[in-house]
Every structure is written in structure tokens, then in C-alpha cells.
């Protein structure tokens, strides 16, 4: 911490152009050298000047102008002057501020799928070759930089062919982020999820747990989950006469079910069908894919018999 000391006589310092000052205090600047406030020669009254002298001029030259940044024990008056004599230019000056701006990156404007434009703020490559562009909408500058939907974007999002969930992993943004640009693309995680099960579905039914992961990159304990569900429906649709109140449950809208599906609702699931409304959803999910793997008729039920555990 900086502290000021009277000096017991009062001693000549000279500043960089020569001057010579009657110093009487001495102020520690904290960097190794004292800071001095003196008269010059030619006055000995009103408030003490700061002197210039040469560590002060090199650390200034060193460290800036500001207060804050050069961490020196004297006022913001007192720190321009010094470095306007220093020759440092302030980068609040317009001169500056005009030079810098010449010299800068030109601003990038993009256009996002739907033909809104953005002024790019920050630009992030990915392993997946296509550039993440952070922007702002032209029109609406006080919002925040957001990912820009571009052309290249929404191909890599509508094109991957990989387990849907695990796109984000290879892209700078969280899973929220993706969910909103693939629905503005259209697109259900639902669906795609259903999907990609529905393609390996002779896969789930005959390999072991172990092999599917070997071969197809999810989890064993994930594939084991996955076939345990789709076995569960299939065989509690099959049954004679078939269990209507969880067929009803299987081809209900779920749209809503996120809002109003509380502890009541799941209280109400259990003493109707048996099931909580956690393993409600995962029978559902298995249903979607029994759907699209063509497992399930028109008419909701299985079109054959199902498979026996191996």
C-alpha cells in the first residue's frame, strides 16, 4: 500500500526535460521507485506538482495510462498529463479511435436460413468442418450474440446421420441451443431417436448388449434398457384381450404431457396401468420405435408376435 513521507529537508529532483523541483513529500508507488510532489523553481506555493521523473516516465511506457492498469498512487488528472508529454496515444482521442478503426477486421455480415441478417461478432471452427458464426440480428442490436442458423449449419444438423443426441458433442454450443435450431429446422428428436433404433432394430433383438455397443456406439447398459422396453410393450400389447388402457396411453398426444402430467397425473398413471409416469415416457419411447421399425399396425397392436428374449 502506498504511503506519503515528508521528507526531513527539501530535496532537488529533476524530471525527464531537466526541471529541477524542491521536493519536500514522497509518495511509495509500490513498483520499487518513490513518486515526488514539489514546487518547481519558479513557484513555492499552491498545491505541489507530481514530478515526472524517469522510473515514473518507464513505467508508465510499460504499463499504460490509466489509473487502474499503470497501479500507481496518482490522480487521473495527473496520469493524462504525464501521458500526453510521454507521447502515448489515449485511446479515447477520435484521431485514435478513427486509426483503429481503419485498421481493423472489416465487419462480416451473414445471412441465417430464414434471410434474417446478423453482424458476426465471433467466429468458432469445429471438427466437422463447418464454422459456428455468433452474431448479432441487424435491427436489434442490444440483444445478445447468438448462433446464427446458416445454410451450412442447418445441412450438418438435417445430414448427420449419427445417433441424433450426440451432435452436440462436436459443436461449441450446449444441448438447448441445438434442440431450438432443430426444431426452427423442423426436426423431433423424438422421431430421429425412433429412427435410428428402428434401423439397427434386428440388431437390439439379437445381439447381445455388449455386441450392439461394439457395433453401433451406444452403451451396453443403454441397448440392454432399450431392448428390455420394446420386449415389455410388444408383449403387453399382445396380450388377449389386449391391455386397452395402455394402448390408449401408448397412442395418446404427448404434447402436453410435460405441463400437465404433475404428481397428481403420475399418482393417476400408477392406479390406472401400473406404471409411474418416468417409466410411462420410456414405454412410450419404445412404442415410437416398434412403430417405425413396422412392428405396430394401423390399428396400434403388434402385426406379429413378439420375439422371444435371447
Known sequence: MSSLTM???VTPITDIDGRVFACRQAIDSGHGFLTFLGYPEDRSQGTPEAVLTRELADHLLAHGFSKKRSGLPLGLVRLKKFRKRLGIVDGRDRQERARRAALAKPVRIVDDIDGA?????REQKTDLGVTILRGVEIGRPKTSPQVVLTPALAALIREWADFPMKLDAFLPFDTKILMNLRNRLGLSWHDDRAA???ERFGDLLTLTPEDFSARHGRRPNVAADERRAVLYVEKRLSQTPADRDFLDLMIDDWSGKRKDNGAAKGEALRARIGLSYTSARRYRRAYKVLKA???????????ISPSPRS
Open 7 to 9: 521528507l526531513e529537508t
Open 117 to 121: 441478417r446478423f453482424r458476426v461478432r
Open 196 to 198: 435410428w433404433w428402428a
Open 293 to 303: 421399425a413396422g412392428r405396430i399396425g394401423a390399428n396400434g397392436l403388434p402385426v
